[in-house]
């Protein structure tokens, strides 16, 4: 993984 996709991970489990 990189920095970007966990980023976005973790966007996602905000939203969700």
Sequence with gaps: LNM???FLYLL???LH
Excluded: F, Q
């Design 4 to 6: 970007k996709c966990v």
């Design 12 to 14: 996602y489990l905000s």
